[in-house]
């Protein structure tokens, strides 16, 4: 069993899918970053010091208005935060299109898969196969 889990292991596509989680992971910490401590105060500077992730609505609990969001889920409010989904959205679109754009610079940048090479025809095939059974 632990030399069919070496095995297992020592494939490339396991090695490749753990470099992958590993790279994918600390890029998702970059674009996090990228988002939270660039994109948005920008965007809230242009909308007039407008801070997106402290945006909520209270649904239920009694919260006094202005306070802030961890203060307020700490109070035990259940509150919609709306400015940390909007966050959230910004990140994934903003991953999503970098990894667009990688996947098209890999597929320009790697040669095309040489054709597969043209096989018998079905018409030769069945003449093989009337010859064959003639004999």
Known sequence: MLSEF????????????????????????????????????VIGRVFGGLDFTAKYIVLSGDVAPGTPLDAARKAGANVLAYGSFVTAVINFVIMAWVIFMIVKAANRAMPPAPAAPAGPSEVDLLTEIRDALKK
């Open 6 to 41: 070496k095995a297992f292991i020592a494939k490339g596509n396991v090695l490749d899918l753990a470099v992958g989680v590993i790279i994918g992971a600390a890029f998702g910490k970059i674009v996090t970053s990228l988002t939270e401590d660039i994109i948005m105060p």
